[in-house]
């Protein structure tokens, strides 16, 4: 029987927008021996819920056993692994790039004309280029300003909706405490 073939897969989960949710997702998949390669964490349109898309480094079918895992925590609401149907996914990556001769900054001119990527700032020795797209595409453009110079960079992670009426939402509301008893003034 051949091996599963492993891939990235993008998982997304609705959560309560709690203190502590965080580390209970990172620790399960401490716990399943599972690397994250990106992890973008956010609000959703409902203040009471947020939304996390965790790529992760899987077998299709560890990816159904991650998402079956991330249900058995309290405060996960809704999970899917969006990677197995249409989706749109995007990362972002602003990269510090030197800039301090001419040919340097025509070369990095003329990479960003050929990639979805701008110049948000530039100064006499570095500039600044912001990039947004697919995370494959992300990385080409690194790969093609390396030569120029990379002095600083960050890049958010993947975050991924999927295409058309594939809505991940839910209806949610969080419990609200009863009050038990009445209250008893005493003077």
Not at 14 to 40: D, M, Q
Not at 82 to 92: A, G
């Amino acid at each position: 029987m051949a091996e599963p073939v492993s891939k990235n897969h993008i998982v997304s989960a609705l959560v309560e927008n709690k203190p502590g949710v965080l580390n209970r997702v990172a620790s399960l998949f401490r716990r399943r021996n599972f690397n994250i390669n990106s992890l973008t964490v956010g609000r959703t349109h409902r203040p009471h819920i947020s939304r996390m898309t965790i790529t992760v480094d899987a077998t299709r079918q560890d990816a159904r056993r991650i998402q079956a895992n991330l249900y058995k925590l309290i405060n996960v609401i809704r999970v899917e692994v969006v990677s197995n149907e249409p989706h749109v996914s995007r990362d972002l990556a602003l990269i510090k790039v030197r800039s301090d001769d001419a040919d340097s900054r025509n070369q990095l001119t003329e990479l960003c004309e050929r990639f979805p990527a701008r110049i948000v700032d530039i100064g006499p020795k570095v500039a600044i280029v912001e990039i947004t797209a697919q995370e494959d595409l992300v990385q080409a453009f690194i790969n093609a300003v390396e030569p120029i110079g990379i002095v600083e960079m960050v890049r958010t992670g993947v975050v991924a909706m999927g295409r058309g009426v594939r809505i991940l939402d839910t209806d949610y509301e969080p419990a609200v405490p009863q009050p038990s008893g009445s209250i008893q003034h005493v003077y």
